[in-house]
């Protein structure tokens, strides 16, 4: 059975042994899965490899892609600060980040980067795999470049 490593609380055992056996079928290769009910941390477990040539374990804190997976709730916590009077969505961007309001984007609201019509559907520089996990240099990237269409009045679907 494959190595898992972290916790199950009682009752939880059969996460583990799901978890395993997708490891052990090669149905992944290496992944984490964390559960929380009412506030407490239940499951917690991660196993297998970060890479297919299986030479990077896969540790507590492995940092992967997960692509589109994470929109929904980027939007519901949106929405919940937005609700906390946190967030406006009228308000512009750099009023949260204040670099990003070079090249144009002075007045890109954060409703633009919700509906993906900011003009920011990619780099216009190329970057790498690795850029992408470099959040110093995406994030700077995208503050410093200008939008490929005026803000607002089209849709490209992004990574915000």
């Excluded at 906390?84 to 890109?108: C, H, M, S, T």
């Excluded at 690795?130 to 410093?144: C, H, I, P, Q, V």
């Amino acid at each position: 059975m494959a190595d898992v490593q972290g916790f199950v609380f009682d009752g939880y055992e059969e996460v583990r042994k799901v978890f395993a056996g997708h490891l052990d079928s090669g149905q992944d290769i290496g992944a984490s899965f964390c559960a929380t009910r009412n506030g407490e941390t239940v499951v917690d477990i991660w196993g297998g490899y970060a890479d297919a040539a299986k030479t990077k374990p896969w540790v507590k804190d492995t940092i992967i892609n997960v692509y589109s997976t994470t929109k929904t709730m980027t939007a519901l916590t949106a929405l919940l600060l937005a609700d906390r009077g946190l967030i406006d969505f009228k308000a512009p961007v750099a009023k949260y980040w204040p670099e990003f309001a070079a090249n144009g984007k002075a007045n890109v609201t954060v409703a633009h980067l919700m509906s993906h019509s900011a003009g920011l559907s990619g780099w216009k520089e190329t970057i790498t795999k690795a850029d992408l996990y470099d959040w110093e240099k995406a994030t700077s990237l995208l503050a410093a470049q200008a939008p490929y269409w005026e803000p607002g009045t089209a849709a490209g679907y992004h990574a915000m």
